[in-house]
């Protein structure tokens, strides 16, 4: 059984950092893309990054520069490095994995992704 467990969000000041985490469990890193969600109440969730199997990335445009995604195969856990943090960014974050289509380095297509986790609330005041 496929689980996605997230970790890492909390509260901070505008320009603070946080280093969201995913530990991923009954299948590896390596199979999958990859990605972190975010959704605000009655908003859609929104890609933030992806990572493929052989580790291309995508960024929405809104977090290039300030975001970092990247995997750890060998452990199995999935991150999100966000530095100079805004008001904008808070959310509830999820991480996700599946084998999307479009391919989750062209595109975030939320419907295509099969498995998911249940979130960490990530809040940055002004």
């Known amino acids: 059984q496929v689980q996605l467990v997230e970790s890492g969000g909390g509260s901070v000041q505008a320009g603070g950092s946080l280093r969201l985490s995913c530990a991923a469990s009954g299948y590896t890193t390596s199979r999958f893309c990859m990605g972190w969600f975010r959704q605000t109440p009655g908003k859609e969730r929104e890609g933030v990054a992806a990572?493929?199997?052989?580790?291309?990335?995508r960024y929405v445009d809104s977090v290039k520069g300030r975001f970092t995604i990247s995997k750890d195969n060998a452990k199995n856990i999935l991150y999100l490095q966000m530095n100079s943090l805004e008001p904008e960014d808070t959310a509830k974050y999820y991480c996700a994995a599946g084998i999307p289509w479009p391919p989750c380095t062209l595109a975030f297509n939320v419907r295509e992704y099969k498995y998911w986790g249940q979130g960490t609330q990530v809040t940055v005041s002004s």
């Open positions: 990572v493929d199997f052989d580790g291309n990335l």
